[in-house]
T-cell receptor, first 117, second 110 residues
Framework: NAGVTQTPKFQVLKTGQSMTLQCAQDMNHEYMSWYRQDPGMGLRLIHYSVGAGITDQGEVPNGYNVSRSTTEDFPLRLLSAAPSQTSVYFC????????????????FGPGTRLTVL | GQQLNQSPQSMFIQEGEDVSMNCTSSSIFNTWLWYKQDPGEGPVLLIALYKAGELTSNGRLTAQFGITRKDSFLNISASIPSDVGIYFCAGSDSNYQLIWGAGTKLIIKP
């Protein structure tokens, strides 16, 4: 299993540009999520999905869109990049969000380091 | 909203020293998870705790789920250079949402 994969690893954008961060998992996980990590802020949830066709907002959703057309893929779209979106973005997945125990353990991708000029 | 306080923010330690960090919550959690993030990588799960009072070890790492279900600690014994990184705690609430601590950065003194 490749686990959770993310592309690209690094990206530089100009203010106003749009782009899509890709995330895929091959573990048949129901739950997928996107976080951003800023220095001293820990991990903040942007959007999440509990299954194909179902998405919901997290703590910091503004400026981002997601879709979940398949179980495997969960892309994150930046509609009009702003310097405040400079961050490291992590995709994570787990078996389920509706059950306790090990189903809730999240596996992370390697991250995408985004700079918006 | 729920808050999870993780302390300390950072630690400077000598190789061979024991390390202790903890997380406290304003509300009850059903699960506590401890992750480690190496520089340039995503967080990796170290230890998962599912019951109040549970004490679990993973090599030199030991973590406990507090009796009140509002806190957890992680201890690392006899630290080595590869222990450097950021350690995160995360708690799962009754809605199974994961709440994250801000992280503890571990630095080995030269």
């Amino acid at each position: 299993n490749a686990g959770v994969t993310q592309t690209p690893k690094f990206q530089v954008l100009k203010t106003g540009q749009s782009m899509t961060l890709q995330c895929a998992q091959d573990m048949n996980h129901e739950y997928m999520s996107w976080y951003r990590q800023d220095p001293g802020m820990g991990l903040r949830l942007i959007h999440y999905s509990v299954g194909a066709g179902i998405t919901d907002q997290g703590e910091v959703p503004n400026g981002y869109n997601v879709s979940r057309s398949t179980t495997e893929d969960f892309p994150l779209r930046l509609l009009s990049a702003a310097p405040s979106q400079t961050s490291v973005y992590f995709c994570a997945s787990s078996y389920s969000r509706s059950r306790s125990g090990s189903y809730n353990e999240q596996f992370f991708g390697p991250g995408t380091r985004l700079t918006v000029l | 909203g729920q808050q999870l306080n993780q302390s300390p923010q950072s630690m400077f330690i000598q190789e061979g020293e024991d390390v202790s960090m903890n997380c406290t919550s304003s509300s009850i959690f059903n699960t506590w998870l401890w992750y480690k993030q190496d520089p340039g990588e995503g967080p990796v799960l170290l230890i998962a705790l599912y019951k109040a009072g549970e004490l679990t070890s993973n090599g030199r790492l030991t973590a406990q789920f507090g009796i009140t279900r509002k806190d957890s600690f992680l201890n690392i014994s006899a630290s080595i250079p590869s222990d450097v990184g950021i350690y995160f705690c995360a708690g799962s609430d009754s809605n199974y949402q994961l709440i994250w601590g801000a992280g503890t950065k571990l630095i080995i003194k030269p």
